[in-house]
């Protein structure tokens, strides 16, 4: 089975702090994705990476960059990260581009700032 | 651009009883992907079903299915014989199949089961 894994369930920073989520997958995956969730929202893509130093945005990227040096790692980094940033934030991967394999998903991590 | 639309953001199903999700997408593409994520609270999100456009036949999962209907762009999801388990948070997807990876997701559908 696909493992995504992201570091940390639950995260609290203080305003204005630099903070970075990381995301691995053990499946070779080319793609990887990172979304955040509010309530009533769904999903919203913030960023996403094809190959290993790509990256594309998504309809969320303000406030936010990516990483990825390694093809198994995306990191998402919130440069100063503000309170509306707070929400809960996902990581997927999938294997390429043209199959009609799913988006594999981490557990989440559920950021706090104050 | 393509958009998924759920307009149920809750439901309630008594358990062992049967339930209907909607969803709706609106995209000018004749081929391409859907699929349902179950989420269930604090628990990863996971594949339900998934159907390709280009195939007629409805998707089946055990006790999950669908009702693909392309022409009117309507996706909708029924879980027979509900189960206490089957509480989520669902969510209809759609990917096109060009080089865009992007998948858009509808806004979610509370699923609650009544003992």
């Known amino acids: 089975d696909v493992k995504v894994t992201q570091s940390s369930r639950y995260l609290v920073k203080r305003t204005g702090e630099k903070v970075f989520l990381e995301c691995v997958q053990d499946m070779d995956h080319e793609n990887m994705f990172w979304y955040r969730q509010d309530p009533g929202l769904g999903l919203r893509l913030i960023y996403f990476?094809?190959?290993?130093?790509?990256?594309e945005k998504g309809d969320i990227p303000e406030g936010y960059s990516v990483s990825r040096e390694k093809k198994e790692r995306f990191s998402l980094i919130l440069e100063s990260a503000s309170t509306n940033q707070t929400s809960m934030y996902l990581c997927?991967?999938?294997?390429?581009?043209?199959?009609?394999?799913?988006?594999?998903f981490g557990d989440g991590t559920r950021l706090s700032i104050l | 651009a393509q958009t998924v639309t759920q307009s149920q953001p809750e439901m309630s199903v008594q358990e062992a009883e049967t339930v209907t999700l909607s969803c709706t997408y609106d995209t000018s593409e004749s081929d391409y992907y859907l699929f349902w994520y179950k989420q269930p609270p604090s628990r990863q999100m996971i594949l339900v079903i998934r159907q390709e456009a280009y195939k007629q036949q409805n998707a089946t999962e055990n006790r999950f299915s669908v009702n693909f209907q392309k022409a009117a762009k309507s996706f909708s999801l029924k879980i027979s014989d509900s189960q206490l388990g089957d509480a989520a948070m669902y969510f209809c997807?759609?990917?096109?199949?060009?080089?865009?990876?992007?998948?858009?997701f509808g806004k979610g559908t509370r699923l609650h089961i009544l003992p």
């Open positions: 997927a991967s999938t294997v390429d581009s043209y199959s009609n394999q799913p988006q594999h």
């Open positions: 990476s094809y190959d290993v130093k790509m990256k």
């Open positions: 997807a759609y990917r096109s199949r060009n080089r865009d990876d992007k998948i858009i």
